[in-house]
T-cell receptor
């Protein structure tokens, strides 16, 4: 039981490049979400999904895209990277009103 | 708008020196308050959920309490391995309604 896994662990991008952050969970949770964590700010919700084929925007969705084709996987796409997207990204699995399980994070640097 | 304020921002304790971390919140109908522990370079790890004022939960040297306006995380006789950032979050219902505080960074000196 791996819980929540994320890849890559670290990535450097140039402005304008695109990439996909991968997230997978093996707990059969319907609810999954993506957060970003920046210094001096709390975790902020980017996008979330309540099940395969169902996604919605969180607090800071601009510049990001998501899809949910299976219960296990919830990738986050950066369409055209900007320096403001330099952050640490966490994927979480589980209902926010109960217990959320977080992945180890992806550290992204956009130059 | 829901708000969570954690204090202090950083706390340095000697091993064995008990203390408390504070989480003050403003929320439109609290459905749950969460405490997480986050080690450097890792994701948050769930500790406790509190649902109503007066509720208390314990785990090893940690005890979380809840009032109508704030929550405390009491650390009794801390050890160096308790060093981490402790995050507080409130849930007010709905899929988007989880608000995190900025955390308290705890350092326990041997």
């Amino acid at each position: 039981n791996a819980g929540v896994t994320q890849t890559p662990k670290f990535q450097v991008l140039k402005t304008g490049q695109s990439m996909t952050l991968q997230c997978a969970q093996d707990m059969n949770h319907e609810y999954m979400s993506w957060y970003r964590q920046d210094p001096g700010m709390g975790l902020r919700l980017i996008h979330y999904s309540v099940g395969a084929g169902i996604t919605d925007q969180g607090e800071v969705p601009n510049g990001y895209n998501v899809s949910r084709s299976t219960t296990e996987d919830f990738p986050l796409r950066l369409l055209s990277a900007a320096p403001s997207q330099t952050s640490v990204y966490f994927c979480a699995s589980g209902n926010p009103g109960e217990t959320q399980y977080f992945g180890p994070g992806t550290r992204l640097l956009v130059l | 708008e829901d708000q969570v304020t954690q204090s202090p921002e950083a706390l340095r304790l000697q091993e064995g020196e008990s203390s408390s971390l504070n989480c003050s919140y403003t929320v439109s109908g609290l459905r749950g308050l969460f405490w997480y522990r986050q080690d450097p370079g890792k994701g948050p790890e769930f500790l406790f959920t509190l649902y109503s004022a007066g509720e208390e939960k314990e785990k090893e040297r940690l005890k979380a309490t809840l009032t109508k306006k704030e929550s405390f995380l009491h650390i009794t006789a801390p050890k160096p391995e308790d060093s981490a950032t402790y995050l507080c979050a409130v849930y007010s219902g709905g899929y988007q309604k989880v608000t995190f505080g900025t955390g308290t960074k705890l350092q326990v000196i041997p």
